[in-house]
């Protein structure tokens, strides 16, 4: 297995490295610098880096009108301060008039070291899909951070990307290139088909090995790309493997699990069950104790899907907890 | 005429192109439009570097209406200044009309960002003298805000953070006209002692009857004196001003005028008993 890295970590260097080449790249901090990583950039470009303090409404507008002179904010904190508390500012003052601005929004989803509810954004996907004209994004490992972070400084218009806190596998080829609304197919099989994202990329994977130890071939894509959705993979794995399994770091309700429903609903119609947080807000806790309490581990994806397919999931369960 | 009458007569002509405006829409915000003709007059046609035949030339002054549902009195102007055409004034509100009830960056030239939604202008604004810094141009940056609209925290939030980057080409004007939507702004959220507040956050603060043509001149050019911090011009206005029907009451915040309300307006704003007729005939052929 590859060295496990964490996109958090690498998004700093990553938006230095592209500053470096790109002078009208500015980044925009809300006294959230040692959490993501962006140190670097301010030490090296420091009448680039804005520091705004504790004020993310603000934030968004400066971003806002930074962007009317040319230059790309990149603004930067946690996911759940750009979708909850500054949604009327991303929405009026930069998707409205269609502003290049972009949105990272770190600690995506239940895994943000022990911080509990107020901090995990079971939402943003939800929220940042419904405003129009914004592109939602969370890479799975640090080599798509690094495409997504370079696709959306040369894209035009707003752009949100979630970005994981704590260390993945690679899953990406080293030569991979992101592309806007295109997946990518991490296994093949023809038996069902397992969608995620983001953090939750591992554990869909493993509970695919388990599945395959059944005699189950799940196919599992990577859907980093949120909004737009790549409706074509969703329909032909509709079509070939007949029902599909989404798995959200995210609140059932307006995630991942939402938009492939959306698809499948108009263009294909199968059975999807959407694994995630089930209506309810997070814990403090370890990303353990957290996939545990709201059954995203491997093992419970595996006996949901096998429960989708109409087989014993309960009996999964036991044998492999022997 | 003296530049002071000249400014008075173009403020007028756009109060009048306001009520025509909202009457022909049925509907409009007259009252937070017509307390701002002067100061928009003053600042399009002495204070700020425009190009009226090209209106997004890189080095003009920026205008920022934080408050933006006072824009008919902002869409008058562009027509007084040659942005848009006169006739485009009449289209306010229709659904494909550039001059939605809000404005809209990209749909009219001459807004330079979308508002609308309250207290959001003045960080775009300070994002725009941020950006001017960093590109090394000398433009200035103007930013309307409403008095009501600074209930909202993110005003407060700007307001911090304006002289923490030390914006001397920021300029705030508040129009002070002492309502909100419901009720007077002293009922519905105290906002005194705003001269102590905005000055206590760091600004240089000037304080102007807001209608004074010759006192807003002063104001901005006192502005351009200051180094190092933001200056607001806290305008002192009248919530519907030169509308007899709805002048200083909470009512002039959206206007649906009667006719007898249009022509007893258009009068007193000085228009000729053939204006005002033909006018409301106009009016009538539209309803």
């Known amino acids: 297995m590859s060295e496990r890295k964490a996109p958090r970590d690498h998004i700093g260097a990553i938006l230095l490295k592209l500053a470096e080449n790109n002078p009208d790249i500015i980044l925009l901090d809300a006294d959230f610098k040692p959490a993501s990583k962006i140190t670097a950039f301010q030490n090296h470009f420091p009448e680039r880096f804005i520091q705004v303090g504790i004020a993310e409404q603000n934030m968004m507008g400066i971003a806002a009108g930074l962007s009317t002179l040319g230059f790309i904010p990149v603004v930067s904190t946690i996911a759940t301060f750009i979708s909850r508390r500054a949604c009327d500012q991303v929405t009026t003052s930069i998707a409205l008039p269609e502003l290049n601005v972009k949105l990272l929004g770190l600690y995506g989803g239940l895994f943000v070291g022990k911080n509990g509810a107020s901090h995990q954004s079971l939402e943003d996907l939800a929220i940042m899909r419904a405003i129009a004209g914004m592109v939602v994004l969370q890479p799975a490992d640090v080599v798509e951070t690094r495409n997504m972070l370079e696709f959306a400084t040369q894209y035009h218009g707003p752009v949100y990307i979630r970005i994981g806190r704590d260390p993945v596998p690679q899953f990406v080829p080293d030569d991979y290139q992101f592309q806007l609304g295109k997946s990518l197919t991490l296994r093949d099989g023809n038996d069902v088909t397992l969608l995620s994202y983001g953090d939750l990329m591992e554990d869909t994977m493993l509970a695919a090995d388990y599945l395959a130890k059944k005699g189950v071939q799940a196919r599992v894509i990577n859907m980093s790309s949120i909004k737009p959705i790549d409706e074509e993979a969703i329909v032909k794995a509709a079509g070939e493997t007949g029902g599909i399994v989404t798995v959200d770091n995210h609140n059932i309700y307006g995630g991942l699990g939402s938009a492939v429903c959306e698809v499948v609903a108009e263009k294909m119609p199968v059975r999807v069950k959407r694994i995630g947080v089930k209506d309810v807000f997070g814990k403090s806790g370890t990303n353990e104790q957290m996939k545990e309490k709201f059954g995203l581990r491997a093992l419970d994806i595996e006996m949901d899907v096998l429960e989708f397919l109409g087989q014993d999931g309960r009996e999964s369960q036991k044998s492999k907890s022997k | ?287």
């Open chain 2, 1 to 287: 005429m003296s530049d002071i009458n000249k400014l008075k007569a173009i403020a007028n002509r756009a109060r009048i192109n306001v009520v025509k405006m909202i009457a022909l829409s049925g509907v409009g915000h007259a009252g937070g439009a017509s307390s701002i003709a002067e100061i928009l007059s003053v600042l399009y046609f002495h204070e700020m570097n425009i190009d009226p035949t090209n209106p997004n030339f890189e080095e003009r002054d920026r205008f920022i209406l934080s408050k933006g549902h006072g824009c008919p009195a902002l869409y008058a102007i562009f027509a007084e200044v040659g942005f848009i055409p006169e006739e485009m004034l009449w289209t306010l509100h229709d659904i494909d009309s550039p001059l939605q009830m809000h404005p809209e960056l990209g749909l009219c030239p001459g807004i330079e960002m979308s508002t609308g939604a309250l207290g959001q202008g003045l960080s775009a604004g300070i994002g725009m003298a941020i950006g001017a810094r960093l590109r090394k141009k000398d433009f200035r940056v103007y930013v309307l805000i409403g008095d009501g609209e600074s209930n909202e925290g993110q005003i407060w939030e700007a307001a911090m953070s304006a002289p923490k980057f030390k914006l001397d080409n920021l300029v705030v004007i508040m129009d002070y006209n002492k309502f909100c939507l419901s009720d007077r702004t002293q009922q519905v959220m105290p906002l005194e002692p705003l001269y102590g507040k905005w000055a206590a956050f760091g600004w240089h603060v000037i304080e102007v009857n807001g209608h004074s043509i010759s006192q807003l001149i002063h104001a901005f050019e006192e502005a351009r004196k200051i180094q190092g911090k933001p200056t607001i011009i806290i305008a002192h206005t009248v919530k519907g001003y030169g509308i007899p029907s709805v002048e200083d009451k909470a009512e002039s915040h959206s206007v649906a005028f009667i006719a007898d309300q249009v022509s007893e307006t258009l009068l007193a704003l000085g228009c000729s008993q053939h204006e005002v007729s033909q006018f409301m005939q106009q009016l009538k052929e539209k309803n």
